[in-house]
């Protein structure tokens, strides 16, 4: 683990990584390529954080790059298959594991961004209260329609399953469901599962509620 002093690697997306998660990216700007590498060798994680302004990609803006900013919470991924078989591009898959804080964060001169970060707890294990359990249900349903058509390694949802925690159950759903980069940072910077979760069966019952059209 990192000591409070080392700086974590970062990786901003227009996408947000919840605990639990899989990731998989396609590497190839040089401030990634290195980065990957390095954390791959070494076995250590990256951190993924929510764009608020700019874009995935490094773009020029006149003399300079353009702007880039991004949400103070991410959670940490952990690379589990590394595929550098092609000159300048690296296949990787990686799961999200813990969420962090970030206490500071600077931007190197070849555009990576690095910060001391604060690992926050994990989800308490809150069992799924009887009012919430018909989300388990519907996932379940979710997961078996989509078995036939997916290798199972490429599922959005991964084993081990948790169906009765309530974090492990909102989680899996907030990265499922139509939202906003917004509302779906909301939810995973929530401390509360249990409330993370409540919030996801509300825009679940939202969308899935007869003659209601569903949003995204």
Do not use: K
Not at 194 to 214: F, I, K, N, Q
């Amino acid at each position: 683990m990192n000591s409070p002093d080392t700086e974590t690697p970062l990786f901003p997306l227009r996408s947000v990584l919840f605990p639990g998660d899989p990731l998989p990216l396609r590497i190839f700007e040089p401030r990634y390529l290195d980065m990957v590498q390095r954390c791959h060798a070494r076995g250590e994680p990256f951190g993924v954080v929510a764009l608020t302004e700019g874009d995935e990609v490094r773009r020029r803006d006149g003399a300079g790059f353009q702007r880039e900013e991004f949400h103070d919470v991410g959670t940490l991924a952990h690379i589990e298959r590394f595929d550098a078989s092609q000159p300048g591009l690296i296949h990787i898959r990686t799961v999200g594991r813990q969420r962090f804080r970030l206490l500071s964060r600077r931007c190197l001169s070849h555009g990576l961004w690095v910060g001391q970060v604060e690992r926050l707890p994990d989800d308490a294990e809150v069992p799924v209260p009887d009012d919430l359990r018909l989300a388990v249900r519907q996932l379940q349903d979710v997961l078996a329609s989509l078995g036939g058509r997916a290798a199972p390694e490429d599922l959005p949802v991964q084993p081990p399953y948790r169906w009765d925690d309530a974090g492990w159950l909102a989680n899996r759903w907030a990265g499922l469901l139509p939202m906003t980069l917004q509302e779906r940072h909301r939810l995973m910077a929530l401390e509360n599962p249990l409330l993370r979760l409540e919030l996801v069966v509300d825009r679940l019952d939202a969308l899935t509620a007869p003659g209601r059209p569903a949003s995204s």
